[in-house]
């Protein structure tokens, strides 16, 4: 059963009548009142909610008594083992089901957040937070109570110890902007700096930080921004690591792509016909896909000089709604991308055309991300409604899902980050969840 269609039961249970809503506990009918204007008024909006919230506390008592049940019949650890040992299964399918009994086994557990600064930890909400490609360290986006962001960053070495702990490290002087979208850039080194877009007045503003600067260590070698220039509103952002367009990264605006190389100076602008919500550059070549508000979703080779009109689009791929967010398979030969009617798609690059939909996502405005693992064979979205929700890549079956600790509001959407080496290459596996001013690890054993 999905949590978000709190009023399919209602519909099946007795018509609705306008004016009405029926109260299955009562058996009856009751008059909603109208305006906002009443004292505790009876909307539409306050009795889905309310059904909400008591389906919401409802699954996070069931996964505190470890009551959640696995989603295919006959899924247990000694039936795959056998399986395995007759040959009945694979080594692949073996691997793929293990993770999928282990992902409806995760337990939460909070994390107690350390720093130097006892004003950084526990003081502001989580907004995004984005790891690096080895998951040692993970940048945090954070919404301050007089307006604007503040940013830093959370080593997640101490997750390996038993007290369930991390360090946070900010810098107070990149306070104050609002932040759309944030990606690491490998310039020096492997994630070396950061991508940040975002407002920081009108228009907008786009800066290459180094990651040094939330480093605990020689506070006063610290170099200051390498690149920040004003653009009109930003949306979306990528990095390339392919050599042929090296140190170059992409800003997704209003109605056209801009590519900078951020050692040259030297810009492309590509015109479009719509807002560029997300944004991934391939590996294998330097190509960049992008995602439109209009639903399209179209690559540009960024070896080609700016030409006139679009004829430089490559690939076009086609949503109903608006996309906000893209992954590009390892191979590169498949693209995922999630859109604002809550539809997941794997569209095969080759054929242009869509092989595989995940469904029970739920989106209407927010520009939620989306993260794959291939390595295990998982995708995890979270959704409006505040569910994190998590699907087999090989088949779109929905394993499980995970609801907020939180009360579900528009501010307090949990960010998450899953990996099976949270913390480096000796790591611990498992999902975080940033919501509100809370980080929690879901055990992945």
Known sequence: EDPSSSSSTQSSVAPELPGF?????????????????????????????????????????????????????????????????????????YCRLVHELKVNCMQRRKIEIHSPDSSVAGTNNFKIIVADVACERIFTVNDVEHGGCKYGIINLSG????????????????????????????????????????????????????????????????????????????WSCAWCLNPQADNCFSTGLTRRVLVTNVVTGHRQTF???????????????PVLYNGCRSGEIFSIDVRQRNRKGQSWKAIRLFHGSAVTSLHLMEAEHYLMAADMAGKIKLWDLRTTKCVKQYKGHHNEYALLPLHVNE?????????????????????????????SPHPSSKDAIPSVVFSSRLGG?????????????????????
């Open 375 to 403: 390595e295990e064979g998982l995708l995890i979205a979270v959704g409006q409604d505040c569910y994190t929700r998590i699907w087999s890549l090989q088949d779109a079956h929905l394993l499980r899902t995970i609801p």
């Open 271 to 285: 015109g479009t016909n719509s807002d560029v919500l997300a944004q991934q550059f391939a590996t294998q070549t």
């Open 21 to 93: 809503y029926y109260d299955p506990e009562k058996n009856r009918y009751f008059r909603l009142l109208p305006g906002h204007n009443n004292h505790n008024p009876l909307t539409k909006d306050s009795i889905q909610h309310k059904a909400m919230e008591c389906k919401r506390l409802r699954l996070l008592e069931e996964e505190e008594k470890q009551n959640q049940k696995t989603t295919r019949a006959g899924l247990n650890s000694s039936v795959l083992l056998q399986k395995r040992q007759l040959g009945l299964l694979s080594s692949t399918s």
């Open 425 to 445: 290459s000796r790591g611990v596996p498992g999902l975080l969840m940033a919501v509100k001013q809370d980080l929690y690890h879901f055990s992945y054993n």
């Open 159 to 234: 997750l390996g110890k038993e007290s369930l702990t991390v360090e946070m490290y900010d810098n107070l002087y990149f306070t104050n902007r609002k932040v759309n979208s944030v990606c690491w850039a490998s310039l020096t080194h492997p994630d070396s700096h950061l991508c940040l877009m975002g407002i920081a007045e009108t228009p907008g503003c786009a800066s290459l930080l180094p990651a040094s600067l939330f480093s605990s260590t020689n506070p006063g070698d610290r170099p200051g921004m390498l690149c920040s220039f004003k653009i009109s509103t930003a």
